[in-house]
């Protein structure tokens, strides 16, 4: 009896050996590296321009205290400890002997350019390490801080992550961005003029606060045409503690529903390059933390609802692109 074809092998997105209809990081790190790698958060104890005054206080909306840094240990602790503890707690899981040291929290390049050197050249040292990301803001790249960037990308694989959640000012204003698209693209297009060789990230944010399908596939359709070498889609999720929390317990904001988040992601793909690696397809915080919506605490069900959407509808990454 012949064989009944599987999802794999009708696939007809090229960057993927599996069901994946899109550019998975795990195929990414195994084309790249020959095979897993362990990403190490790091808490180098920075903030952001957004926290401390120079364009805002408070931070962004749906921020929690740590500015995403909450699964990396407590910046007090000098980092290449930090490095260390991550990466006895993850030895069980991560069976690899190669590490990408993750700076996360706040703004990583929101300093002297003394201090952040301070910080990232001691786990450029470490045994193992293949990698650097680093998260920041694209306001926040000055002049010597780009020319030491483009040196790290000299030693080793680096990506710099902008976060620039969507195209629209209006959110930005919304969320206490601190800065606009044109902002953004003004510090994208820096970093790709100083090196090549500087893969550079960009995360989006599903779900803010007034934006509709429509609006979430602007910014895509908008940051596709920079050709990203990687993109992050999150989902907006409520945490305690921050403003946001206090908009949905007032019944100002309500957070996007599975069904919704899923159509909307599995068509967004469509308009990304089909060379661009999709670093994460939804978003999570400290689970003790999280107000809403619940359901985002079953990750391995979204992305495999995305997988099914993207099958069953027959879409594939950069399909829509041009």
């Known amino acids: 009896m012949k064989k009944r074809p599987n999802q794999s092998d009708i696939n007809p997105y090229p960057n993927s050996n599996t069901n994946k209809r899109y550019y998975t990081y795990d195929y990414w790190l195994k084309k790249t590296f020959g095979g ?15 926290i ?70 001691p786990v450029m040292e470490m045994e193992g390490v293949v990698g650097l990301n680093i998260a920041t803001r694209a306001d926040c790249l000055e002049d010597d801080v780009v020319s030491y960037l483009s040196e790290l990308a000299e030693r080793t694989l680096l990506t710099v992550e902008l976060g620039l ?38 995360h989006l944010i599903f779900g803010l606060p007034g934006e509709g399908r429509e609006d979430m596939l602007e910014s895509v359709r908008e940051l596709s045409k ?47 390059p089909p060379n661009t690696v999709i670093g994460r397809l939804t978003g999570d915080g400290m689970q003790s933390d999280l107000l809403s919506p619940d359901w985002s605490r079953k990750k391995t069900v979204v992305i495999n609802n995305i997988d099914k959407k993207m099958y069953e509808d027959n879409l594939w990454q950069g399909k829509k692109f041009s």
């Open 165 to 202: 959640q969507t195209v629209h000012d209006r959110t930005a204003n919304l969320i206490n961005r601190g800065h606009t698209y044109a902002d953004f693209l003004e510090g994208y297009s820096k970093l790709r003029k100083a090196s090549n060789n500087i893969n550079i990230c960009v």
């Open 52 to 121: 401390d005054g120079k364009c805002s206080v408070g931070g962004c909306i749906y921020c929690s205290q740590r500015g995403s840094g909450d699964f990396a240990p407590e910046a007090e602790m000098p980092v290449i400890e930090q490095f260390e503890t991550v990466k006895k707690q993850l030895s069980s899981k991560w069976d690899t002997d190669k590490y990408i040291p993750y700076f996360q929290a706040h703004t990583n390049t929101y300093a002297p350019l003394s201090k952040i050197k301070e910080k990232i050249d």
């Open 36 to 50: 897993k790698c362990m990403k190490i958060p790091i808490d180098a104890g920075f903030t952001c321009p957004n």
């Open 226 to 272: 920079l050709k990203p070498d990687q993109v992050k889609i999150h989902l907006l999720h409520v945490l305690k503690n921050t403003k946001l929390a206090d908009m949905y317990l007032r019944g100002e904001y309500i957070p996007m529903e599975m069904e919704e988040y899923v159509e909307t992601v599995s068509q967004a793909l469509t308009y990304l």
